[in-house]
């Protein structure tokens, strides 16, 4: 499972015009589930977002994770994260997983993090969205359950 996190001001999904999901301070993940995923990928993913300590605290260092900062999180999926372009110029997406287990880990992590008491906004599963965002630093962190980066 693979994780784009980034700390925003604000973020916004819509499909067909409606906003479908939005935060003001918080996280924005785009999240894509590999075919070997399973609950415990799920469950280690939920927990990183929730402890990830990137919003600064009184001293101006990253130290606080977000519900610390009242903030909420918009998970959209993105299974284009899972994208192989080591070959050729068209990447290759067969490291993604099907659509429906994809869209079951998809809601354990919403699920799980909502378990731990943060407001969770999301996109909708498959449909056409457009993400607008304010990242705020900027600040990007790049995670993945398998730890290879």
């Known amino acids: 499972m693979r994780a784009v996190v980034q700390r925003v001001s604000r973020a916004e999904v819509r499909v ?5 999901g939005a935060v003001g301070r918080g996280l924005l993940v785009l999240l894509g589930v590999a075919r070997d995923d399973g609950a415990q990928d799920a469950r280690l993913l939920a ?9 600064e605290d009184a001293a101006g260092k990253m ?4 519900a610390e900062v009242g903030g909420a999180v918009l998970v959209v999926s993105q299974f284009t994260l899972l994208g192989d372009a080591r070959k050729g110029n068209r990447p290759g997406f067969s490291d993604a997983a099907p659509p429906e287990a994809a869209n079951a880990l998809y809601e354990a992590v919403c699920g799980m993090l909502r378990e731990k008491g943060l ?4 996109g909708v599963f498959r449909a056409d969205m ?3 965002l304010v990242n705020d630093g900027p600040v990007t962190i790049l995670l993945d359950s398998r730890r290879l980066f």
């Not at 927990?47 to 919003?55: G, M, V, W, Y």
């Open 16 to 20: 067909d015009g409606a906003v479908t």
């Open 47 to 55: 927990d990183k977002l929730a402890a990830l300590r990137i919003f």
């Open 63 to 66: 130290n606080l994770a977000v």
């Open 119 to 122: 407001r969770v906004e999301t």
């Open 130 to 132: 457009q993400v607008e």
